[in-house]
Nanobody, 127 residues
Framework: EVQLVESGGGLVQAGGSLRLSCAAS????????IGWFRQAPGKGREGVSC????????YYADSVKGRFTISSDNAKKTVYLQMNILTAEDTAVYYC????????????????????WGKGTLVTVSS
C-alpha cells in the first residue's frame, strides 16, 4: 500500500520555526520527485518546495526562498521541510506529493495529477 504521511505541523508564533516530515512507503522512493504543497484557508493549493530523490536537486517557490529548506533522507524514505522565520501568511495545510515522471521542477508548478498525495498537516502561525 502506498502511503505518504505528513507530520510536524502545529501552532507556532510568527518568527518561529517548524520542521515537517513526509514519510513514504509502498513505492520506490529513489525514482520519485517529492514535493511540499500548501493550501491556506480560502485559497488554492500551491507548490512550496520540491526535491529530486535521485540527485537531491531542489526547487523553491519565491515566497519561501531563504526561509524554507527541503531535504531528503533516502534511507528513511522521508522528506523534510525546515521552515524558519514563519509568518501568518504561511498558515496552511501542508501536503506532500510524489510523482515518478514530472521531475522536481514540474512537480512544484502543478497542483493536481501527481501520482500520490498525503493527507496533510496543519501549520498555524500566530501573529
Amino acid at each position: 500500500e502506498v502511503q505518504l504521511v505528513e507530520s510536524g505541523g502545529g501552532l507556532v508564533q510568527a518568527g518561529g520555526s517548524l520542521r515537517l516530515s513526509c514519510a513514504a512507503s509502498g513505492f520506490t522512493f529513489d525514482d520519485y520527485a517529492i514535493g511540499w504543497f500548501r493550501q491556506a484557508p480560502g485559497k488554492g493549493r500551491e507548490g512550496v518546495s520540491c526535491i529530486s530523490s535521485s540527485d537531491g536537486s531542489t526547487y523553491y517557490a519565491d515566497s519561501v526562498k531563504g526561509r524554507f529548506t527541503i531535504s531528503s533522507d533516502n534511507a528513511k524514505k522521508t522528506v523534510y521541510l525546515q521552515m524558519n522565520i514563519l509568518t501568518a501568511e504561511d498558515t496552511a495545510v501542508y501536503y506532500c506529493a510524489a510523482d515518478r515522471w514530472l521531475g522536481y521542477r514540474r512537480l512544484c508548478t502543478r497542483t493536481s495529477g501527481m501520482d500520490y498525495w498525503g493527507k496533510g498537516t496543519l501549520v498555524t502561525v500566530s501573529s
